[in-house]
């Protein structure tokens, strides 16, 4: 994608064109070349900008193809909110978009053997195990698909995943998007921790991209294996002791204090006061912080507490828990909750939702 501001993109067509700033001026009805100018050296600013590609979009004379006002339109929303919000919006809408073209198969080569093999094959050969998994990094829709049939074919299968992710939200959110399918499965958790410019309080075990497998079998054998991957779709396997999991785990531990989770679970509502401290989790997590959601449906923050109570007692009410629920407790639920509607409408910081046409639809009804 050609990432261009107003500016720069109104100047290549005006060339493209081969038009000038008398020829513009005229054409537009302005009265001197000085808004032109203005515009073309960046000194304008947003209601300029946008004065001047309404006048181009309503004026027939100038020839711009529906392709040059596509463009410009997408260049005045870069200059909007800058290339930096504009790629993450970006990212944000190609999960929406997103094919079912399977990613190309990653091959191993094992060690011991030094054949290439697929990841498939390995996944055969533990599926029928408990496995313990810790990865770390290996952010590629190919892995995550393999684990995630892994998860499918193997319900005891619990993963661990550790990512060190850069100030770039857009490569983050590209990130999350194709590791998806994993983060759905009941048995993923992952973490993520920032890293900054020669950070040095980073383990460099968390700089590689591996995935350490502690595998017990039905009599209480225990195997271990470890992937190293060059890249997306290669990689070394090694039978390892499975203590190797052991020291990950630690290290991976040790550094949950600074890491953000990757998704919230709450498995059952064992009491009110519990389901009362995962909705301040909730609150803290969001509070004056910039919000990327992807979700089929609305968010329940984004509706007030008002509303939302009489659909809450119904719920409790349909899971036939309202007894657990005392005045009190809600009062404080209802409290965190306006909080949270309140915080996505007054914080300084980026909010983008992402869900599907019928979540939509669903909310409007």
Request: hydrophobic share 35%; with cysteine; proline share 2%.
């Amino acid at each position: 994608m050609r990432m261009e501001n107003f500016e720069q993109c109104l100047a290549r067509l005006i060339k493209e064109h081969k038009l000038n700033y008398s020829e513009l001026t005229n054409l537009l009805n302005y009265r001197s070349k000085n808004t032109l100018h203005r515009i073309l050296t960046g000194e304008s600013g947003e209601k300029s900008r946008s004065k001047v590609f309404n006048d181009i979009v309503n004026n027939d004379n100038i020839g711009f193809s529906k392709k040059d006002i596509e463009e410009l339109e997408l260049a005045l929303e870069i200059s909007l909110i800058g290339n930096e919000k504009f790629e993450a919006m970006s990212e944000m809408r190609n999960l929406l978009r997103k094919n079912d073209v399977k990613p190309e198969e990653v091959y191993i080569t094992d060690i011991e053997s030094m054949k290439l093999i697929p990841l498939g094959e390995l996944k055969n050969k533990i599926k029928d195990f408990d496995n313990e998994i810790i990865i770390i990094n290996c952010c590629w829709a190919a892995i995550s698909r393999c684990l995630t049939e892994l998860m499918a074919e193997s319900p005891n299968t619990k993963i661990l995943h550790y990512m060190v992710i850069s100030d770039d939200t857009a490569e983050t959110i590209r990130k999350i998007g194709r590791i998806l399918p994993m983060i759905f499965n009941h048995g993923y958790m992952g973490y993520s921790v920032r890293k900054k410019m020669n950070d040095i309080n980073i383990p460099n075990e968390l700089s590689y991209n591996l995935i350490a497998i502690r595998s017990k079998t039905k009599s209480g054998k225990m195997y271990g294996y470890q992937l190293i991957m060059n890249n997306e779709n290669r990689g070394y396997l090694t039978n390892e002791s499975y203590h190797l999991f052991d020291y990950l785990q630690n290290i991976v531990t040790q550094n949950n204090q600074k890491a953000l989770q990757i998704k919230t679970t709450y498995d059952q509502i064992s009491s009110a006061d519990a389901y009362l401290k995962f909705t301040e989790h909730y609150y803290k997590m969001e509070a004056n912080n910039t919000i990327y959601t992807f979700k089929p449906d609305i968010c329940f923050n984004y509706v007030n507490a008002e509303i939302t109570k009489a659909a809450f007692f119904d719920g409790i009410k349909q899971l036939g828990i309202e007894d657990l629920f005392t005045n009190s407790i809600v009062k404080k639920l209802e409290a965190v909750h306006q909080k949270r509607f309140e915080n996505i409408f007054t914080k300084k910081k980026v909010t983008q939702h992402v869900c599907t046409e019928k979540g939509l639809k669903n909310f409007a009804q």
